[in-house]
Nanobody, 126 residues
Framework: QVQLVESGGGLVQPGGSLTISCAAS????????MGWFRQAPGKEREFVAT????????YYADSVKGRFTISRASAKNTISLQMNVLKPEDTAVYYC???????????????????WGQGTQVTVSS
């Protein structure tokens, strides 16, 4: 059983910064990647960033590249997303996802991920 719990969402002004985190509770002995997706009202869930088990490989959506940084704690079960120069179009519910590497497919594809958190709201507004 896997549980993902996000934290750190909130309201921030345009140009500001915010960090959200996700903690995974799991008994699996397998390595797993973790990532972030987001979903704005009326839109499909979209890929934001992913990080490998070791933490040494990160991939980003073009829309956030250079502004967002995903990182993985040394304990491996916690990831964070540092978001800088936030824009109103970054407003969305941000979801943490865990990838056991079983389903395959592009890491941009939500169907690749095996478990999801409940989401945390990020609102960028003045």
């Amino acid at each position: 059983q896997v549980q993902l719990v996000e934290s750190g969402g909130g309201l921030v002004q345009p140009g500001g910064s915010l960090t959200i985190s996700c903690a995974a509770s799991t008994s699996t002995s397998s390595d797993y990647a973790m990532g972030w997706f987001r979903q704005a009202p009326g839109k499909e869930r979209e890929f934001v960033a992913t990080v490998s088990w070791s933490g040494s490989n990160q991939y980003y959506a073009d829309s956030v590249k250079g502004r967002f940084t995903i990182s993985r704690a040394s304990a491996k079960n916690t990831i964070s997303l540092q978001m800088n120069v936030l824009k109103p179009e970054d407003t969305a519910v941000y979801y943490c996802a865990l990838d056991l590497g079983i389903r395959g497919g592009s890491f941009h594809y939500p169907g690749r991920y095996d478990y999801w958190g409940q989401g945390t709201q990020v609102t960028v507004s003045s």
